[in-house]
T-cell receptor, first 111, second 112 residues
Framework: GESVGLHLPTLSVQEGDNSIINCAYS??????FIWYKQESGKGPQFIIDIRSNMDKRQGQRVTVLLNKTVKHLSLQIAATQPGDSAVYFCAEVQGGGKLIFGQGTELSVKP | ETGVTQTPRHLVMGMTNKKSLKCEQHLGHNAMYWYKQSAKKPLELMFVYNFKEQTENNSVPSRFSPECPNSSHLFLHLHTLQPEDSALYLC???????????FGSGTRLTVV
């Protein structure tokens, strides 16, 4: 079946370090992926997206990498800050605009 | 505020109660969604509405009944729920999913 999953449920990093959150997907036909950030008490918020015709996309302090060969996504956060502490989800957009979410990785930033 | 508003934010209900969750979006989107988020589980898609028409019911038990009177409002009617239905219920909207969904803050539901 189709699934989108994350390798690690928790990640702890020191403030100022870079963070890397990984995601594996199984549907090789998927062509659009999104990373969401969910802070405590809030709904998921869009961070960055990438289409399958790209390998890399950069935003402000965030970079998403897509490796279609091994069906792997990663989210890199540069100079991680306490405000980055949250649960991060990757999601795969399927037909009809349906989002399928991975389990989530909880990022904790130590001061 | 994301433009998607959910009420109430918290709800405690007994297994024999009937209650409704409300979602409203002011983004001009044409699709609305209900997701269930349980602890340590991925977000689970429940229902999809496009232009007020239900286009997906993801095998959701009949004790959950959605209603979409117009493209801006979405309800989830609850009756005779079970304790395992306790979760965060998230509403989202999108415009053809071009940029993914915009989520509300959710309703934290506890069934006692």
């Amino acid at each position: 079946g189709e699934s989108v999953g994350l390798h690690l449920p928790t990640l702890s990093v020191q403030e100022g370090d870079n963070s890397i959150i990984n995601c594996a997907y199984s549907n090789s036909a998927s062509d659009y992926f999104i990373w969401y950030k969910q802070e405590s008490g809030k709904g998921p918020q869009f961070i960055i997206d990438i289409r399958s015709n790209m390998d890399k996309r950069q935003g402000q302090r965030v970079t998403v990498l897509l490796n279609k060969t091994v069906k792997h996504l990663s989210l890199q956060i540069a100079a991680t800050q306490p405000g980055d502490s949250a649960v991060y989800f990757c999601a795969e957009v399927q037909g009809g605009g349906k989002l399928i979410f991975g389990q989530g990785t909880e990022l904790s930033v130590k001061p | 505020e994301t433009g998607v508003t959910q009420t109430p934010r918290h709800l405690v209900m007994g297994m024999t109660n009937k209650k409704s969750l409300k979602c409203e979006q002011h983004l001009g989107h044409n699709a609305m969604y209900w997701y269930k988020q349980s602890a340590k589980k991925p977000l689970e898609l429940m229902f999809v509405y496009n232009f007020k028409e239900q286009t997906e019911n993801n095998s959701v038990p009949s004790r959950f009944s959605p209603e979409c009177p117009n493209s801006s409002h979405l309800f989830l009617h609850l009756h005779t729920l079970q304790p395992e239905d306790s979760a965060l219920y998230l509403c989202a909207s999108s415009q053809d999913a071009v940029r993914g969904y915009t989520f509300g803050s959710g309703t934290r539901l506890t069934v006692v």
